[in-house]
């Protein structure tokens, strides 16, 4: 195996590829990256997996000489990451060993056969959907926080994706919050239901960020554009030179659309950004333990944000607009801000019953998400 590639490029598919290397498995070829040369096509492509998950990238490049090795992923991004800009230069001898050279530097990594790596053979074809990329994005976004990450938890750990009549809805929960996020999509009529891990999910947004940062500077254009196919245990994704492999959860999903309030006696209107950056501030008090909330006191047309612990308290206000009765109630921080970190719109509702009943967030008009926070149990304590 011979080719030459440039270092721009190579460390932009290691971002990609990175995010299916396993970071607990004691098999050492799981650890590693697959590295293909491919004369025929002029690129070399990049491959890892930890099973769940499997990514392939390819890049441009000057293939003197196919083939094909295995290499410590952590060895091989550290050595590539510190080189130069410019041309690096790779080499394979009969002993598996790579070569690598970037102007006067030069380093060596013993390869490991591939026989063993993981093989998936990837699906397209007619009952494939396609949407944006911005639109996967923005679900993932908005809805993977949500997902319980105790894996004892069984089925609440995944995130579900329900395409149906031109909309793609997400939706995860944990026992203390609900996401529920829908996206429009054009041309889609495809009906399709398939549940995701979360922690995958999450991986999946950060290569998506990841392709959007490294395509900035380059010549020609990225498609906006991703694919996705369902087998019969796996979800297929493609865009551009990318094609990544998910394993699908099994099980049945919550009906998440019972647990949604049918009614609600107090609706508040208020300025999403104050409101957030006033969680953030009363937040930074908050600690895991003892009075790890923040309390809210609707009160006329004020919200009042506080907040207490050993080493002090946080007082803060935000004007609102209010129908119902005044109520106080608290909340975890954290479940609350999070979602207000997705969404875009400048002013929020959000909808209460009781102290001890779940708070909905959602925009003025439509319902093109929904979050819904569990209360904490007020402690009788003053401001």
């Known amino acids: 195996m011979k080719f030459k590639c440039e270092q721009k490029e190579l460390i932009k598919a290691l971002n990609i590829v990175s995010r299916g290397v396993s970071a607990r498995t004691t098999l050492p070829i799981l650890k590693g990256i697959k590295i293909t040369a491919d004369s025929e096509r002029g690129k070399v492509v990049l491959t890892a997996s930890d099973l769940e998950i499997y990514i392939e990238t390819g890049i441009r490049a000057v293939c003197d000489e196919p083939g094909e090795i295995v290499v410590s992923a952590k060895l091989f991004s550290d050595i590539i990451r510190k080189l130069n800009r410019g041309s690096v230069f790779f080499s394979i001898n009969e002993e598996g060993t790579v070569k690598i050279e970037n102007g006067t530097f030069s380093s060596t990594l013993q390869g490991i056969p591939t026989e063993d790596f993981p093989k998936i053979e990837m699906i397209q074809g007619d009952g ?127 009906k998440y659309e019972d647990i949604i309030p049918k009614e ?64 106080e109630i608290g909340f975890n921080g954290r479940f609350i801000g999070e979602p207000l970190k997705g969404i875009d719109d400048e002013k929020i509702l959000m909808l209460f019953n009781k102290s001890v009943s779940p708070c909905l967030i959602r925009p003025l008009k439509g319902d093109s998400y929904e979050y819904l926070v569990l209360p904490v149990r007020l402690q009788t304590t003053g401001e």
Do not use: H
């Open 128 to 254: 494939s959907v396609s949407l944006e990329k911005e639109t996967l994005k923005d679900l993932i976004k908005g809805t993977a926080f949500a997902a319980s990450i105790e894996e004892a938890r069984g089925i609440i750990t995944g995130v579900l994706m329900d395409i149906k009549d031109g909309i793609i809805t997400m939706a995860a929960l944990d026992g203390f919050r609900m996401a529920i996020k829908k996206e429009p999509a054009e041309g889609v009529r495809e009906e399709q239901r398939m549940i995701i891990s979360g922690r995958i999910m999450n991986e999946l947004g950060r290569i998506l960020s990841d392709y959007e940062k490294g395509t900035d500077d380059e010549e020609g254009e990225s498609s906006e554009e991703i694919k996705i196919a369902v087998g019969e245990k796996r979800v297929f994704i493609s865009m551009d030179e990318t094609n990544i492999s998910v394993r699908l959860m099994e099980g049945e999903f919550i």
């Open 264 to 327: 609600n006696a107090i609706r508040v209107e208020v300025d999403k950004k104050e409101l957030l950056d006033c969680v953030d501030r009363a937040s930074i008090l908050v600690k895991e333990g003892k009075n790890s909330f923040i309390k809210f006191k609707i009160e006329g047309n004020e919200l009042v944000i506080t907040s207490r612990a050993d080493e002090g308290t946080t007082r803060e206000s935000v004007v609102i607009s209010k129908e119902g009765e005044d109520i």
